[in-house]
């Protein structure tokens, strides 16, 4: 029995018992090491000291202090010290909390005041951040769980059963629930499944608990959360919605931890004072609770109610200087004929900018002023950001753990240093540092710095003090951003973003969202250094911000990268300029492509203009430059020797009060019966829609057969994903079939083998005893096909999850492009062929990754759609072109009906048919519920026949112990009887 001085580990001595539990017992003790005083946790085990039972809990100790470990730099978790394994018996030295648990307190004091519950609001949401961003899930918030210091800061503890979502095996055994009923979240007690937002329900029945006295729902009854409701809340204040969300039953609808915190409402933070390192490290946290607070306000506010007509207006506004000194020529080039019927209209648009010199001088009174104020590091930012003004660049350089390579952070260091010296005086500047978190580099109070020499000097001395560590938040990054371009720019804002590995942030979305919100605030030049970054995150990020991406090889080469970004980014003079489209009733704008200098596909950010029927696509800031753009437009057929305008170009850009016009192009269509004519391409078009030549012969019929074809492709790559998600779900859902029925039906086939030997031997006739003899080897194929099983399921690889969307639409798209039925010949088939084996293998583990990686490969290995090359002059080769695609749209029409048919045969076959069952609901967890009920089903059938074949036994044992005797079939039933007693 454990009593009050003994000694554990030879180090800590237990001096009173703080708690105990069903599981364990938390001792107060002396670590006469360090002398200090810290927490035991004693995991008491059966009595016996062995079994399953013991070991369950030693595994569960175990997994509690490695999970805790891993966040031992939270302030919010309770830290784990050491863990010491006595007589087989684990205990773990923790942080000693002076104080109470939240159950404690209001058992003992009541309700939290309002500020009190916002305070533990934040505390409980930045230890769950914490968690997740580390993927474990606690799974048991409650109270009791919650301890509050003397200084009144609250820390989560006990992870017992908390699980990691990828690495921890189930330790939970099946069938039994493990969870506090009153706090679980709903979907754990429908599936005993629940991932990181069951933890948020788990708070915000916390929170109810804290605000309202009473709890949430009954701890009595486990599936109280699951039918019950919280009564009204009446002293909740700003946490009542914040509480409502968390409680939302639906795990889809439900905050994740940083939505959550922007519902906690604004918050001013205490002012900093000078404090030991471990409360300046709960500082830093709490900077980074603050930070998230301010980054997802930001983004709501952007994408409030998706309203990108709202944040268009919202954006930065050119001086009407600037725009009168800027210059622009629109330059079209298209062959406007099109045949009888004919719909689609090609021109490549050149757009040309120059400075006319009759705007004032290029920020002249801004360097002037600069160079008189002579800024030192640390001075405030300039005034608001106004429609005058010199250009802003923010560097935001990766300063994770990955920089801590050789070579890597001296480089990144060298690169800032270069881009901070190319930078012209006047113009304006600040560094970001990004991480898990993003830190303000100079100027430290968040705004832009003019650059003077004084400014470039003290920018580099804080460059030099740069380390690496942490993770990678480049969500964060850019609203960093966003916000330091507000504090002091003109509307000229430019990013450059140095990235050195992908992405690590709580949700895959969060990237996209920010970008997003950030469109038209800035543009952002992005530099993956090395080989570790996502080049589709990038792409991401350069588009949605209309800047650039680049590869960097190396260290040694991101110094000239950064220089000649930020040479780019000064020379910009108009903000936020937009190519706006004009298009008739009834026309359909296809497609809009930056095609020179830089590739870029503008059609999918289209926001709506000013006017009606106008759709804007942004393009950045401009300088003196010239660009292409590929534009395609669908109209309604005129009749022949009919002229329509099908679209009208214009450059535009933000004005103090309006959208400005810097000059405008018009696309023509001309409906003629002159073949010469339409099937004519001007030269400037032929290089974009596959034209080598300055002139081409078209076919219309060929056009329209690969249209037809483009068609049915997309529907084909459709329909290959839906075949391979289907197949994928199957799979999972016949393994997890095979392991639950094998043993039971073997189990069934035993007792119907020995029933039927027991009829037998009872008869003695033939036939009954041909019928036991072929149960007993379906019996023993059973046993055969239940040990198979057991051996494949130690072996089988992990269930696939199923394709999130992004994937379904990268696959969709690859599908598209390379799928063999699109093949010019048997060889191309055959490369097509290995190429879509590597594209499923891909999406079925839904790498977006390794499917993006296989786009580029495609195209770098000249594997675009062999429908773009240019159509041949000679007539010859123009019908075997035909006879190819009418082949080839043959060929897809065929595999479209296989894949129908495959998708109803796995749909009619008898797992698809639990899987995919109609009128109930679809899914893999419903599947899996309707699954547990047929094995119920089948449980039930064996312990009948087990019944049937015990009362068989017994009625044959007492006609034996009775003495009954007979001749034949009675004798040969007893000894059949005493033979199945001794099996």
Request: proline share 6%; aromatic share 4%; charged share 25%.
């Amino acid at each position: 029995m454990t009593e009050p001085g003994r000694v554990i580990g030879g180090r800590y001595r237990l001096v009173d018992r703080l708690g105990s539990g069903a599981f364990g017992q938390v001792w107060r003790a002396y670590d006469m090491h360090l002398g200090v005083d810290v927490a035991v946790k004693q995991v008491l085990l059966p009595m016996e000291g062995k079994g399953p039972q013991a070991a369950e809990r030693v595994a569960r100790a175990a997994r509690e202090a490695r999970n805790t470990a891993r966040l031992r730099d939270c302030p919010n978790i309770v830290t784990v010290h050491d863990v010491h394994i006595e007589n087989g018996a684990p205990w773990i030295v923790m942080q000693l909390v002076k104080g109470e648990s939240l159950a404690e307190h209001l058992t003992h004091t009541g309700p939290l005041t309002e500020n009190n519950a916002v305070a533990l609001a934040r505390d409980l949401l930045r230890a769950l951040a914490a968690a997740h961003a580390a993927g474990i899930v606690h799974r048991d918030v409650k109270p009791g769980n919650v301890l509050l210091a003397a200084d009144g800061t609250a820390l989560l503890a006990d992870f017992g059963i908390a699980v990691r979502f990828g690495d921890d095996q189930r330790i939970t055994r099946t069938g039994t629930f493990i969870g506090s009923p009153g706090y679980v979240a709903p979907e754990r007690v429908i599936s005993q499944d629940a991932g990181a937002v069951g933890d948020l329900f788990s708070l915000g029945a916390t929170l109810y608990e804290a605000v309202e006295g009473i709890p949430a729902f009954r701890a009595d009854v486990i599936g109280s959360v699951v039918a019950g409701q919280p009564a009204p809340m009446r002293r909740g204040g700003r946490l009542t919605p914040l509480i409502t969300r968390l409680l939302d039953k639906d795990p889809a609808t439900r905050p994740d931890v940083a939505a959550a915190f922007a519902l906690v409402g604004d918050w001013t933070p205490p002012p900093t004072v000078e404090a030991p390192e471990s409360v300046r490290a709960l500082g830093q946290d709490v900077q980074l609770g603050v930070e998230w607070v301010e980054h997802f306000a930001f983004v709501n506010e952007r994408l409030r109610n998706d309203d990108s007509a709202a944040s268009r207006v919202a954006r930065a506004a050119n001086a009407p200087e600037t725009i009168r000194s800027i210059q622009t020529t629109i330059e079209v080039n298209q062959n406007e004929y099109l045949a009888a019927g004919g719909r689609e209209v090609h021109a490549v648009v050149t757009v040309s900018t120059a400075d006319s010199g009759s705007g004032p001088p290029r920020h002249g009174a801004a360097a002037a002023a600069a160079a008189r104020a002579d800024r030192t590091y640390g001075a405030k930012p300039g005034p608001i950001a106004s429609a005058d003004g010199p250009p802003s660049v923010v560097f935001i350089a990766d300063c994770s753990r990955s920089l801590a390579e050789p070579g890597r952070l001296a480089g990144v260091k060298a690169a800032l240093h270069a881009g901070i010296e190319a930078l012209p005086d006047g113009a304006r500047f600040a560094v970001i540092a990004g991480r898990a978190d993003s830190q303000p580099v100079y100027p430290e109070d968040g705004g832009t710095e003019p650059v003077t020499a004084a400014s470039r000097a003290a920018a580099k001395s804080a460059v030099d003090r740069l380390s690496a560590y942490g993770g990678r938040e480049i969500g964060l990054w850019l609203s960093r951003a966003a916000r330091m371009f507000a504090l002091g720019s003109g509307p000229v804002r430019h990013a450059i973003l140095i990235v050195n590995g992908k992405d690590e942030g709580l949700h895959p979305s969060r990237l996209a969202l920010t970008a997003r919100a950030c469109a038209g605030l800035f543009t952002a030049d992005c530099l993956g250094l090395g080989e570790d970054w996502e080049v589709h995150e990038m792409r991401l990020v350069s588009d949605q911000l209309s800047g650039t991406m680049g590869f960097v090889p190396d260290a040694e080469a991101l110094p000239e990268a950064v220089r000649e970004a930020t040479a780019g980014a000064v020379t910009k003079r108009v903000a936020d300029v937009e190519l706006s489209l004009w298009t008739p009733s009834g026309a359909v704008i296809r497609y809009v492509k930056q095609v020179s200098p830089l590739l870029r596909d503008l059609t999918d950010n289209r926001i709506p203009g000013d006017a009606v029927r106008t759709v804007g696509f942004p393009t950045g800031a401009w300088g003196e430059e010239r660009r292409e753009f590929h534009i395609c437009v669908e109209v309604a057929p005129g009749e022949l020797g009919q002229e329509k305008l099908a679209a009208r170009v214009q450059l535009t850009a933000r004005g103090p009060e309006a959208m400005e016009v810097l000059g405008e192009g018009k696309i023509r269509a001309v409906w003629t019966d002159d073949e010469t004519m339409v099937m004519r391409v001007v030269s400037k078009v032929g290089p974009y829609t596959g034209a080598a030549e300055p002139e081409v012969w078209l076919d219309p019929e060929i056009a329209d057969l690969e249209r037809e074809l483009a068609g049915l492709a997309d529907e084909l790559s459709q329909a290959e994903a839906e075949l391979a998600e289907v197949r994928n779900l199957l799979t999972v859902f016949g393994r997890a079939h095979a392991r639950m029925f094998a043993p039971l039906l073997a189990e069934l086939d035993e007792i119907e083998a020995r029933i039927a030997e027991v009829h037998a031997a009872r008869s003695g006739r033939e036939d009954d005893q041909r019928d036991a003899e072929t149960a007993r080897e379906r019996a023993q194929q059973s046993a055969r096909q239940a040990d198979e099983e057991k051996v494949r399921a130690t072996r089988a690889d992990p269930p696939r999850p199923a394709p999130t969307g992004e994937a379904k639409r990268m696959y969709r798209k690859l599908a598209r492009r390379c799928h063999p039925d699109l093949a010019d010949d048997e060889a191309d088939r055959q490369r097509r062929e290995v190429f879509m084996a590597r594209v499923n293998d891909a999406y079925t583990r839904g790498d977006i990754g390794l499917l993006a990686q296989l786009s580029q490969q495609w195209d770098a290995e000249g594997g675009a759609d062999s429908t773009t090359a240019p159509p041949p002059k000679d007539p010859g080769a123009r019908r075997k072109l035909k006879e190819h695609l009418r082949q080839a749209l043959s060929s897809v029409h065929t595999r479209l009906d296989r894949i129908r048919d495959e998708l109803t045969a796995a749909r009619d076959s008898e797992l698809g048919r639990i899987v995919f069952a109609p009128g109930q609901e679809a899914g893999m967890p419903a599947a899996m519920r309707r699954l547990d009920t047929m094995a119920d089903k089948l449980k039930t059938l064996v312990d009948e026949r087990r019944r049937v074949l015990d009362g068989l036994l017994d009625a044959a044992a007492a006609a034996g112990a009775a003495g009954v005797s007979g001749a034949g079939a009675a004798g040969s039933a007893g000894a059949g009887v005493g033979d199945e007693r001794r099996r």
